[in-house]
């Protein structure tokens, strides 16, 4: 029995503490939970009380004393049911009323939001970002598309290796100009290459509107991303890259 499923209830420690307490003694008086839990009987009774809220004690007078009892364990799975019921009913309320609510308050300004990923973290909040805005795309083709150079390859999905896998089961399609030779074949991915001569640098740019991700390698290979959350910078980068693979 783990904290951690009491915790998912609103239970704190103490609270769990007593609980268990009440279920080895059975209906007991302040006194003996303090003692037999060793919490002292001011903090037990407040905790008693918060027990009594959630559900999970009930208590009886008993001559000028107060007694306290445990219900049945089963009631934790009513607990956890009933938080997921709330739980269910609130993600409807985000998804259908609350959030396109709130974005009627942004005003709909051209403005491009920009922010700024270190390290392998960072990257990896990039990669599932790319997967969770092509995800909700309406479109039935869900897809988005890269420019890669060869040396950015072995850094990029470091952070999140299973990142391919997770794109394959989403369904999303990726179409790749790869600057560079090498590049792995993969399902729902599709690669056409520039082909250069000398070195190039390290860089990976993902256009998936109304954003575009910039990755690129400082110093000591330490990872680094911009991205910009614009519908007309996505679209004239779009506009770019659908050129050139036409051309290729």
Request: aromatic letters at 10%.
């Amino acid at each position: 029995m783990t904290q951690q499923a009491f915790d998912q209830l609103g239970l704190n420690p103490r609270e769990t503490l007593l609980y268990q307490t009440l279920l080895q003694l059975g209906p007991a008086s302040i006194r003996d939970i303090a003692d037999k839990s060793g919490i002292n009987r001011g903090s037990a009774y407040e905790s008693l009380k918060q027990l009594q809220a959630k559900g999970v004690v009930s208590y009886f007078p008993k001559g000028k004393r107060r007694f306290f009892s445990a219900e049945n364990p089963e009631i934790l799975l009513k607990l956890a049911e009933e938080k997921r019921a709330n739980l269910d009913k609130a993600i409807e309320s985000l998804k259908h009323s609350v959030i396109p609510n709130l974005h009627q308050l942004q005003p709909d300004y051209h403005q491009t939001n920009v922010r700024y990923y270190e390290g392998d973290e960072g990257i990896e909040w990039v990669l599932r970002d790319i997967l969770n805005v092509v995800s909700e795309q309406k479109s039935d083709n869900k897809e988005y598309c890269v420019f890669s150079s060869k040396p950015i390859r072995p850094f990029l999905y470091r952070p999140f290796p299973n990142f391919t896998k997770q794109r394959i089961k989403l369904g999303i399609k990726v179409n790749v100009i790869a600057i560079g030779d090498g590049g792995e074949d993969a399902e729902l991915s599709e690669r056409k290459w520039i082909r250069t001569e000398g070195a190039v640098d390290a860089s990976y740019i993902a256009i998936y509107p109304p954003k575009c991700a910039i990755i690129s390698l400082a110093s000591d290979n330490f990872p680094s991303a911009v991205v910009l959350e614009s519908k007309d910078i996505a679209m004239a980068q779009q506009i770019i890259f659908n050129t050139l693979w036409g051309l290729l």
